[in-house]
């Protein structure tokens, strides 16, 4: 059968409905990575519009970053009305998944991004979607590519569960050892640092992610001028002071070879190794645990701060080196396997334009 190419809005039909506050449904946001709980608290949810399972959300003003997701998770649920929801309305012709491999590609959101438009700010609406064209193969083929497709996902997710497996190891290690020896103020194992880059410093600057890693600053940064920067060497720690609206202890270890650059607004520090290990710590920083407890310690009126004086007064249980560097050992490959997912899930948004092209190739072949 060769290919047929079809408008979208041939085959899609946009979902016009409104929340009436009857159900208790689920609330998201949706980003490039796909749903994620709303940021926003004590909105008028009677404005939020209800999707399906199988329906496609987005975000009109974050076209360009594939801010797009299938809804395979929910019955049903409700979104902020600011977004815009659709549905596959010929699945004779064109399956769900299938439109959502077309969707996850770069190409689609660079199309996007130049189709939107606006005076302020660009929007990419529904409308725009339905002009785009798609040159379908048979159904028979299109499931073939998704079959593929939901193999690997299945792959990356049954990899992922084994890593939720060693990460609830590593914390119920973390609590065992918490439970049964003595706790002592880090303050005395802990030494403070302020070292600024200088002229001719490093220009390796990074910022500090509520995933709690460094990552890429996200606000434009001048690299010629980062003279006043604090220097954060390897194996040593820097932290966020606010939590009020990160809602977590931000905090990163330098677990590289090179200097590292963060802004001044951040404390740096790092640990007396003879007594307690850097990748020690930074299992009891990073559980969820120690955030609400920086949360409730936290402190001010325009902004809640996490301050040294109040992470000096944190007290874990200081036990001999060589446990330390046993449970520090189980954490580093749990570190190194969660590294590998996330190459795993990289590998998977790339996989779908290799599976469109195969599909139309194929279809090709049969004409």
């Known amino acids: 059968m060769k290919l047929i190419k079809y408008k979208l809005g041939e085959l899609i039909e946009q979902r016009r409905e409104k929340y009436d506050g009857v159900e208790d449904l689920p609330i998201r946001g949706v980003s490039r990575e796909g749903f994620i709980l709303p940021k926003q608290e004590g909105a008028d949810l009677s404005l939020y519009n209800v999707y399906y399972k199988n329906d496609f959300v987005f975000n009109p003003a974050r076209m360009e970053l594939n801010s797009i997701a299938l809804n395979i998770f929910w019955d049903k649920a409700i979104c902020s009305s600011l977004y815009e929801v659709f549905y596959v309305s010929r699945t004779d012709i064109l399956l769900t998944e299938y439109l959502n491999l077309f969707i996850k590609r770069d190409e689609f959101a660079r199309k996007c991004w130049f189709e939107a438009m606006g005076s302020a700010r660009n929007y990419f609406r529904i409308s725009n979607l339905s002009e785009f064209e798609i040159e379908l193969p048979s159904i028979e083929i299109q499931q073939k590519y998704v079959d593929i497709y939901n193999a690997m996902c299945e792959n990356q997710k049954s990899y992922d569960r084994g890593l939720e497996d060693m990460k609830l190891l590593c914390d119920a290690y973390i609590e065992d050892l918490r439970r049964k020896n003595d ?48 220097l954060v060497k390897p194996r040593q720690i820097s932290f966020v002071q606010t939590t009020h609206n990160e809602k977590v202890f931000c905090n990163a270890f330098n677990n590289t070879n090179e200097d590292i650059v963060v802004t001044s607004v951040n404390e740096v520090f790092y640990t007396n190794e003879k007594f307690l290990l850097p990748e020690y710590l930074i299992m009891f920083l990073n559980r969820a645990e120690f955030d609400r407890y920086a949360r409730f310690h936290s402190w001010g009126s325009a902004r809640e701060t996490f301050t040294w004086d109040d992470l000096i007064k944190v007290k874990i249980p200081i036990v001999d080196i060589n446990i330390q560097k046993n449970i520090v050992n189980i954490y580093n490959v749990y570190k190194e396997r969660k590294n590998i997912n996330e190459k795993l899930k990289e590998q998977i948004k790339n996989i779908c334009p290799i599976l469109i092209k195969g599909s139309i190739e194929e279809a090709q072949k049969e004409a």
């Not at 640092?193 to 606000?219: A, L, Y």
């Open 183 to 230: 706790s002592a103020e880090i303050g005395d194992y802990i030494i403070r640092q302020d070292i600024r880059n200088g002229p001719n410093g490093t220009k390796n600057v990074m910022g500090v992610s509520t995933s709690k890693e460094f990552r890429e600053p996200t606000s434009k940064v001048n690299r010629n001028e980062l003279s006043n920067y604090k």
